[in-house]
């Protein structure tokens, strides 16, 4: 969850550097320019040669740089979906544990509709072991793997999501 929050700060990090990238390709063009102006004829040939160049160096760092942070925008807003999903899950099932444990009327509307929204994500994790109960006071034990399934699920999905968000560097 704190990888979420440093996010917005590395895009921000990226496009400021990314303009640094333009401005100093800006300047360095421009100094070529002046230099050019001032330069013998035999010289300005191999200086628009440089210039064309480097040009063409920013440009596609320009271009990949705007990739990256395109591609990172949108995988972070998948990654915010993805989490939705998965908080409206943690809350159905832990709110099915908690009516379960406080001793719910399974006759009650509200108890019927929470078990039939919880059924789906908690039946693979059924009768895996057994849940211990005192009267109407259940405590669902395979609720809570159902849980613990669901958070190493979710964190293993982050962290896909985060490969494809991070910067490649070559070494």
């Known amino acids: 969850m704190a990888t979420q929050q440093n996010l917005p700060r590395d895009e921000a990090q990226r496009i400021d550097e990314h303009q640094a990238v333009k401005d100093d390709v800006r300047r360095q063009v421009h100094a070529e320019i002046a230099r050019d102006a001032r330069s ?11 210039a ?20 990172g925008r949108s995988v972070a807003r998948g990654s915010q979906v993805i989490d939705y999903v998965f908080y409206l899950v943690y809350g159905i099932i832990g709110l099915a544990i908690a009516l379960h444990a406080i001793g719910a009327s399974q006759s009650a509307g509200f108890m019927r509709f929470v078990d039939a929204l919880a059924y789906p994500f908690v039946a693979p994790f059924r009768g895996i072991m057994r849940d211990p109960a005192v009267g109407s006071f259940r405590f669902l034990l395979s609720y809570m793997v159902a849980l613990a399934v669901y958070l190493l699920v979710h964190l293993a999905v982050n962290g896909l999501l985060r490969i494809f968000t991070e910067r490649k560097t070559a070494v």
């Open 40 to 50: 013998a004829p035999v010289d300005r040939a191999a200086q628009s040669t440089a």
């Open 52 to 71: 064309d160049q480097l040009k063409q160096r920013a440009v596609d760092e320009v271009t990949m740089t705007e990739r990256e942070i395109s591609r």
